[in-house]
Structures are given as C-alpha cells and as structure tokens.
C-alpha cells in the first residue's frame, strides 16, 4: 500500500482514542473507499479495539504486535509482529488487541 | 474554513510532536497548497512551536489561547483564545506558544 493517497476527500478533524494514544484521520478514497491514517503511540501501549465493520490494518510506519480474539475454543491466540508494509484483516463484530512499543503508523481500511 | 478537504493528496505517516501531545498528517490541496491537518491534545497543555515559512492556524474544533512571539521592545504579547472557525497567523522564521485546554482540532497553511 502506498504512503501516499491522491485525489482523497479528508475529514480535518482528528479522531482520538485513549487519551491520545490513538490519533487518526478519516478520508474518503477517490473511488468511494472508507478509510483512515492513524498513529498508535508507545511506549510499550497496549491497546483493545473492537470492530462493527471487517478491517483491513496496514503498516505505514513502525510497527506493532496484534493479537485476534480467542478462537471457538476459548484458546488465546499468537502475538503477531507487523512492520511497514505489513497488513492484518479483523472481522467485523469482533476485536483485537495491539502492542506499540514505540509507534504503529497505519491505514485502516474498512470493508 | 471548511472541515473536509476535497481532492486532496494525503502522506499517511503521521507527524508525531512533543511526545504525542500534537499528531498531524500532512496534505496537498487540489491546488497544490501544503497544509497538515492535526491535534493538540489537553489536559492544560502549553507547547511553544517556531515557524521557517508564514503559517496559518484555522480551528476545525475544540479551542486553543495562542500567544506569538514578544515584540522589538521585547514585550510580552496578550494570550488570544481561538474557537471553531477562528485563525491566526504567524510570521516566517518566528515562533508562538500555544495553550489547549481539552483539545484543539486545526489545519495549519503553509505561506
């Protein structure tokens, strides 16, 4: 995924989520694509996300560990790494749990 | 000054400051204008930042006080609130300080 996205419709104001840990930017794609460029800041945060939505998380800088939700079992799963390029997919009316050691620069695409 | 940018080119790594206390992402207008959208995050934050080209502060929400830099005589300036809607602008190669309360939503233009 580029860094870069052109001909975007951008929402100027921030959506911030615990405290300033998360800060993000909502924009519409040019060809009609919800999604969002955000930061996850450390150090060492750790974060739980829940989702309406399925969600498509992509690394732009940094890098973070996640972990889905329990499997039908019960059974936690793996804590897994993302670095820039990286992408992780959550589906919807679920969560995710995040680990930032120092920061997680993403686009959040919703399905 | 409007809160959605239209056709806009967005870099979607964020600009991280003062340890998060200011997160921006910047962007280039249909007509090739440098502005960034961002935050300032409370609580009772006092952040002083300079300028090497003329900004524009436009407030997309929440408030700030802003003071600029002292004058020739070296006199403390008068601290200005800033509301939605509301600008300042400073000089090039100058500096202001700034004051948020809760949180302060703005887009900065660059000269």
Redesign the interface.
């Known amino acids: 995924m ?13 959506n ?1 989520y615990f ?3 998360c ?1 993000s ?1 909502a ?1 519409t794609t040019a060809n009609g694509e919800e999604k969002s ?3 996850i ?1 450390g150090p060492n945060t750790e974060l739980g996300f829940s989702t309406s939505k399925a969600e498509v998380m992509t690394c ?2 940094g890098s973070c560990e996640y972990r889905l939700r329990a499997d039908e079992e019960g059974r936690a799963r793996e804590w897994i790494t993302r670095v820039e390029g990286e992408s992780f997919a959550i589906e919807e009316n679920s969560s995710f749990e995040i680990r930032v050691k120092d ?1 997680y ?1 993403y ?1 959040c695409s919703y399905a």
């Open positions: 580029s860094s870069v996205f052109e001909r975007v419709t951008l929402r100027t104001r921030a911030v405290d300033g840990k800060v930017h924009f460029a955000g930061v800041l732009v800088g920061a620069h686009v």
